[in-house]
């Protein structure tokens, strides 16, 4: 592995760039993933014991932003 000069503890930047590149393909295939049914319902759950109150006023802040 060929490393810059002067700092032997940096990686050469076409080896960052391999890195990311890979990263980046791995993140996408998990974005592209569909979220599982386990946290749909437990999302759902916790829609149904919000308060509506709250709800009420967590959208008028969310408008005054």
Known sequence: MTQRK??????????QAHIGRQ???????ILNQ???DRFL????????????GDR??????NRSR
Do not use: F, I
């Not at 990263?23 to 295939?29: E, F, I, N, S």
């Not at 009420?56 to 802040?61: G, S």
């Open 6 to 15: 002067g700092d032997a503890s940096q990686l050469d930047t076409d080896v």
């Open 23 to 29: 990263l980046r393909a791995g993140y996408v295939d």
């Open 34 to 36: 569909p979220v599982p």
């Open 41 to 52: 319902e437990l999302l759902a759950e916790l829609d149904r014991r919000q308060d509506p």
């Open 56 to 61: 009420d006023e967590d959208v008028r802040q």
